[in-house]
């Protein structure tokens, strides 16, 4: 097992205590309705369309995170996250594609989303898959569900879904991972604010 290190423990902890003040004095921006409540009623403060975490809330929720996650692909494989392997994952959802041939970059397609996803598939250092393109050859709202839609069928390692941001792209790519399997055992997801700490009310 490949040991690394790159922070020390200080830093690490430096870096906790950074994001814990953020979320506690700058807040994020969530108009949501039952996310709204559901922090408030646990801790949380808001002001008009701002939400405050304090300190002791983040840490309370950190504790009952359990300490390892497994995450399955269609292969059969399995990937124990947290049990002090070291795994691999693509950059996700660049935008555009340089061409070395030419010197010119352009808007990545759906078919480079595939064939890199097929690619990434090959190649054995590569444990776990990210869409690694943001195609621009489909409409914006949909770009999100794109980049899992046309991955699924192009792997059969673990593959993680593209930062989500509304209830109604989780509930898609939901029924998108059933067709390979149940998605607590497939499904893995990630939140993605706009920048700088927005989560957009769905249409």
């Not at 393109?133 to 046309?150: E, I, W």
């Not at 059969?156 to 067709?179: A, C, N, W």
Request: proline share 9%.
């Amino acid at each position: 097992m490949v040991n690394l290190t790159v922070l020390t423990d200080e830093e690490i902890e430096s870096i906790h205590q950074a994001a814990l003040q953020v979320l506690s004095e700058s807040g994020f921006a969530l108009t949501q309705p039952q996310a709204r409540q559901l922090l408030l009623e646990a801790g949380a403060t808001a002001q008009d369309d701002l939400v405050f975490l304090p300190p002791e809330l983040v840490e309370r929720a950190i504790t009952k995170c359990p300490n390892q996650v497994t995450i399955s692909g269609r292969n059969g494989g399995k990937i124990y996250l947290g049990d002090g392997t070291l795994e691999w994952h693509n950059l996700g959802g660049a935008r555009d594609i340089y061409d070395p041939r030419t010197g010119k970059c352009h808007p990545a397609t759906l078919q480079e989303l595939r064939e890199s996803t097929r690619l990434l598939d090959a190649l054995d250092g590569v444990t776990t898959i990210t869409p690694f393109f943001t195609p621009q050859d489909v409409p914006a709202p949909l770009m999100f569900l794109a980049m899992y839609r046309h991955a699924l069928p192009n792997t059969t390692k673990p593959l993680h879904s593209p930062g989500v941001q509304t209830d109604q792209e989780v509930r898609y790519i939901f029924r998108m991972t059933e067709v390979i399997g149940s998605p607590t055992e497939f499904l893995t997801l990630s939140l993605s604010p706009v920048s700088p700490s927005l989560f957009p009310t769905p249409l």
